[in-house]
């Protein structure tokens, strides 16, 4: 897969980045003519734009996936540390939707830092993106331990999941909205995946189509404290 990834992402890189600039330029010297002619092309080029941009997403998503514990170096974190990081980054997105984000009491652990931080923020982004209209969306992060692992929760009021494709939006570039309704990827939620299983723990959804979605993983306490002194 990293093989696969690199290839295709130095490969892809540039002939993705000349069709973008060549479409800049067209754009360029037809954005000034009113005449319908050209405002057709016009149109057209922003086509090509988009579709580049769709396709330089998921190249970076692809290496990004294929670079999840690679050269990792577990280190002692504050939880609650990262989830506000998260949440400070995405404010934006917060404001825009008047969302209400609860954070409970978050422990301090020892694991991947970088890959723990894109867990929070694919399903924090999700609980962002899928909302209801006309409800404010509310989003809550918790952590309870148990003898084993710890299990971290982030629920949401959005729209909801089918039970019947609770197994495929785990899967890498599998959606079950078309671009029109939401943008992505489709690689998010297998990021999330891939990351659990690394912290030796697993990854799961609760969810009532209409009435919100509840993420859940798990983190192995052997892996969080087993590699201290190493």
Not at 138 to 162: A, L, P
Request: proline share 2%; glycine share 8%.
């Amino acid at each position: 897969l990293q093989q696969f990834a690199y290839i295709a992402s130095h490969d892809l890189q540039e002939p993705i980045g000349t069709m973008t600039m060549s479409a800049k330029l067209l754009l360029g010297n037809l954005i000034n003519h009113d005449n319908e002619q050209f405002g057709n092309q016009v149109k057209y080029i922003d086509f090509i734009m988009k579709s580049s941009q769709r396709m330089q997403d998921l190249v970076s998503g692809l290496l990004s996936y294929s670079r999840i514990g690679h050269d990792r170096v577990v280190e002692t974190v504050d939880c609650a540390e990262i989830v506000n990081d998260v949440v400070s980054d995405l404010s934006e997105g917060i404001l825009l939707k008047q969302a209400a984000v609860n954070i409970g009491e978050l422990p301090i652990l020892e694991f991947y830092p970088l890959e723990m931080r894109m867990l929070f923020q694919n399903l924090i982004s999700n609980a962002l993106k899928f909302t209801k209209s006309r409800v404010q969306p509310e989003i809550s992060i918790t952590c309870e331990g148990f003898k084993q692992y710890w299990e971290f929760t982030v629920k949401d009021n959005g729209i909801g999941i089918n039970k019947k494709h609770f197994d495929k939006i785990f899967v890498i570039f599998k959606r079950l909205h078309t671009r029109e309704e939401y943008e992505g990827t489709g690689i998010g939620l297998a990021h999330c995946m891939k990351i659990a299983l690394l912290h030796e723990g697993l990854l799961w959804v609760e969810s009532t189509k209409g009435e919100g979605s509840t993420f859940k993983f798990r983190i192995s306490k052997n892996l969080a404290y087993g590699n201290q002194n190493k």
